[in-house]
């Protein structure tokens, strides 16, 4: 695994989130009401709306276009939409984000 910078914790509102482009595309990190974080790929599965936009409560993000609810640590369309978005590993260091990319091969 390899770790890209993502910025610093400040940077992630709670309850909220902000998107940030990495080698594997925009990714969206949010924050919820207790300082957990997650990192998604910023596209609802249903029109492609801004998930880092959106709303976090517990580990679901409301996407800000169609209010479709997604959980954080599967990536899962809650009942009854259906659809899934990548989710990715997170590593803090200090006040550090990181987040995790699979190893590219030479």
């Known amino acids: 695994m390899e770790w890209f910078p ?3 914790l400040s940077e992630v ?3 909220g989130g902000r998107y ?3 080698p594997a595309g925009e990714i969206a990190v949010l924050c919820n009401e207790e300082g957990e974080l997650f990192a998604v790929r910023n596209r609802c599965p249903h029109r492609g709306g801004p998930l880092s936009e ?3 409560s ?4 409301f996407c800000p276009l169609h209010n479709w ?3 954080l640590e599967s990536g899962e369309a809650l009942a009854p ?3 899934c978005v990548k989710t990715f590993p997170l590593k803090t260091e200090g ?4 987040l995790g990319l699979p190893e590219t091969q030479p």
């Open 13 to 15: 509102p709670l309850g």
């Open 81 to 83: 939409d259906q659809g």
């Open 58 to 61: 517990g580990k679901t993000v």
């Open 69 to 71: 609810q997604i959980d």
């Open 95 to 98: 006040e550090e984000i990181w």
């Open 20 to 22: 940030v482009e990495t």
């Open 54 to 56: 959106g709303f976090v």
């Open 6 to 8: 993502l910025g610093k």
